[in-house]
C-alpha cells in the first residue's frame, strides 16, 4: 500500500482556517486520496476524497497538487467540534481489493476557543 | 437510517471466556469491515466481506478470531478464548459499492469497548 505522512498533531484556533497537509510521494495513478476523522469516543467519519482536482463538500476542501504527490485538507472555520484526529488515506481505485482502507496515525487537531 | 449499529458498547468479560461482538450495517450496503483499535496499533481492518462472503481476512490475528456474516443484516465477531491483549475498541463498517468511481465511502458503528481480565 502507498504510505501517506502527516504531522502528528496541529493546533487551531476557533473560528479560523485550517489546513492540514499530507504526503504521499509514492501514490499511483489509480489511487485516490481518501480523509476519514475520528471525533474523541466515536468511530471514525468520512470527510471527502479526490483523485486530481479540488474538491468541495459541506465539511472542508481537499486540494490536491499538480503532482498528486501532496494534499491538503482545508477546513475554513474550525469549530470545538473539528478537535479530533484526521486521518489521509490512499486507495486503489482499480476493482478488486480498493474497497480497503489502511489507517496511519493521522494528525491530532486541537482546537482552541 | 439508523446507521451501523453494534452491540454491545462495553464487553468486560475474563480470560478463556467467548466474547461475541455483533454488528447491523446500514440497510442496502454491500460491503462489512470489522476493525481493531489500540493505543499501541492504531486501527486495523480484520476481515472484510462483500455480498456476506468474507473477501479479505489477512488482518484476522490469530485462530482464536473469527467472523460469519449469515445474512446481509447481521455480522459476528467472536474471540475463543479471549485473552488480556485482545483488549481494545472493536469497529464494524459498511459501505456500498456503486462502481470504481465511488468512493466507498465508509460508514463506522459506535464501536464496542472490549476489556479482558
Known amino acids: 500500500d502507498a504510505k501517506t505522512t502527516q504531522p502528528n498533531s496541529m493546533e487551531s484556533n476557533e473560528e479560523e482556517p485550517v489546513h492540514l497537509p499530507c504526503n504521499h510521494s509514492?501514490?499511483?495513478?489509480?489511487?485516490?486520496i481518501h480523509w476519514y476523522r475520528q471525533l474523541p469516543s466515536q468511530g471514525p467519519e468520512y470527510v471527502i476524497h479526490g483523485l486530481t482536482s479540488n474538491v468541495n463538500n459541506r465539511m472542508a476542501s481537499l486540494a490536491i497538487a499538480e503532482d498528486r504527490k501532496s494534499s491538503t485538507l482545508i477546513l475554513h472555520r474550525a469549530t470545538l467540534r473539528d478537535a479530533a484526529v484526521y486521518y489521509c488515506i490512499l486507495r486503489d481505485r482499480r476493482q478488486g481489493g480498493s474497497e480497503k482502507l489502511v489507517f496511519g496515525k493521522g494528525t491530532k487537531l486541537t482546537v482552541n476557543p | 437510517d439508523a446507521g451501523v449499529i453494534q452491540s454491545p458498547r462495553h464487553e468486560v468479560t475474563e480470560m478463556g471466556q467467548e466474547v461475541t461482538l455483533r454488528c447491523k450495517p446500514i440497510?442496502?450496503?454491500?460491503?462489512l469491515f470489522w476493525y481493531r483499535q489500540t493505543m499501541m496499533r492504531g486501527l486495523e481492518l480484520l476481515i472484510y466481506?462483500?455480498?456476506?462472503?468474507?473477501?479479505?481476512d489477512s488482518g484476522m490475528p490469530e485462530d482464536r478470531f473469527s467472523a460469519k456474516m449469515p445474512n446481509a443484516s447481521f455480522s459476528t465477531l467472536k474471540i475463543q478464548p479471549s485473552e488480556p491483549r485482545d483488549s481494545a475498541v472493536y469497529f464494524c463498517?459498511?459501505?456500498?459499492?456503486?462502481?470504481?468511481?465511488?468512493?466507498?465511502?465508509?460508514?463506522f458503528g459506535p464501536g464496542t469497548r472490549l476489556t479482558v481480565t
Open positions: 509514492t501514490i499511483s495513478g489509480t489511487d485516490y
Open positions: 466481506f462483500n455480498n456476506n462472503v468474507p473477501i479479505d
Open positions: 440497510s442496502g450496503h454491500d460491503y
Open positions: 463498517a459498511s459501505s456500498l459499492s456503486t462502481g470504481v468511481s465511488s468512493g466507498y465511502e465508509q460508514y
